[in-house]
DNA sequence: AATTTAATTAAACATGTATTTAAATACGGA
DNA sequence: TCCGTATTTAAATACATGTTTAATTAAATT
């Protein structure tokens, strides 16, 4: 058996950007804080191409730094990665802790809330959902201990305790598991948000706006969940 | 502002997995078909850490080989990821496509059949849901254009239709999109599939068997489907 | 039996990446 | 005004990766 020797593979090239190739010194005392610059571009990076793929050069050079600039801040990539996550990530998914800590109506509210809540972030940060797959849901994502040690028991084990006492009450059809409703939550929810590129293409469905999303996503839930 | 000198990032060492040590050399008549492991092996490790990110050499060391051999039978990567596709991955859907084909009642009778189909692919591939995750959820993934292209007129498109056709004749919640219902639908099985690690973890959640998941999913449809 | 061909390894090569070092420049306080 | 320090770049270093080449061994063919 012979091996094709085809030498096709055209690598896209990077578009070369333009620098202004500023000399080397100290920067003058009204420019801006260069931290939190990186920390921005770390994150456009980040949700395009996901953090492991991500080399410092491609950060480096969306904030139009050179790569040291990233060691000087940051120390090495894993430290970058890390000032990222908490600087920028769990802000955000304890904002949503917050708001659910404060809905005590009935399970239809704590739902209605929840889908409300993933709307309002994934406006908010459309970089969420892009992140939260690469780095959460992918085996080795570097969020997913994150997840599992501080934010679960905040968020999905609270809602499994309120849907198991709810489904006690007899408000609850007796044929979900509590925790697996918790499962279907988010996947009525984030990943939608996550495959939207995909499903629009799709679909062709540029006609489907936030509040039709929202409407089928709890028409669903309300049905589904209720007894009957 | 100083920045700290910290030296850890204790790197994970690679296992040296006592490689014989084989001379160069044609092999014996008797040895196996390596082409096909070598496709075992790229399966392994894709799955396992990504297509984009499992070095050549990975897959030569997870099938006791040579990085070369996978030059010598596939040209180069990019052959190699494309073999895997078309000899691995798409003979999998195909045979889901056939069995959808072939299911001809009700919206329940289809998405009963959906949910079982799901179940039994991931049974047989356990592998499939995290490079779904990967490669078609992740931007930028290596089979997004594949879905786009070749699954998804045969098997969500379809779906779209049957529910689209089956809402006008009244048996669908008029609330619901029949477009939005195959992501939900996806979102249900697929996801919960793709995220079991996480969810089997942070609920403790040893107990729930692929029968306990199949009920829970189909009691959540079929309800939230139905009309009142 | 001799020769050609197929399958395999070891080693070299080219490229890209993270990281370190040295130099340059401006700020801030003495 | 002068000097130490903070912030930045350019260049050097070290290592990993995809790929190629030459050598080696067994099968296949004559």
């Not at 991500?54 to 060691?71: D, F, K, N, Q, W």
């Not at 990222?84 to 949503?96: A, C, N, Q």
């Amino acid at each position: 058996m012979n091996q094709r020797r085809n030498p096709s593979a055209p690598a896209a090239k990077r578009r070369p950007r333009a620098q202004p190739k500023r000399a080397p010194g100290r920067p003058l005392a009204d420019s801006p804080d260069q931290r939190l610059r990186l920390l921005d571009a770390a994150l456009v990076c980040f949700a395009r191409v996901g953090m492991a793929a991500t080399p410092l050069r491609a950060i480096a050079s969306e904030a139009g730094v050179t790569p040291a600039m990233l060691h000087y801040y940051f120390g090495d990539k894993s430290q970058l990665q890390q000032a990222v996550i908490t600087e920028r990530l769990l802000p955000t998914f304890g904002r949503l802790r917050e708001t659910l800590m404060q809905t005590d109506g009935d399970v239809a509210a704590l739902i209605a809330a929840f889908v409300r809540g993933i709307e309002v972030i994934v406006t908010e940060h459309p970089w969420l959902p892009s992140l939260w797959v690469r780095e959460v849901l992918c085996e080795g994502g570097a969020l997913r201990e994150l997840l599992v040690n501080q934010i679960a028991p905040a968020l999905p084990l609270m809602l499994a305790q309120r849907f198991a006492m709810a489904q006690r009450q007899g408000r609850v059809n007796a044929d979900l598991d509590p925790r697996l409703l918790v499962v279907s939550l988010i996947g009525l929810t984030m990943f939608p948000a996550a495959g939207a590129p995909i499903w629009r293409r799709i679909f062709d469905a540029d006609d489907i706006d936030a509040a039709t999303l929202r409407g089928h996503t709890l028409a669903l839930l309300d049905r589904g969940i209720g007894v009957g």
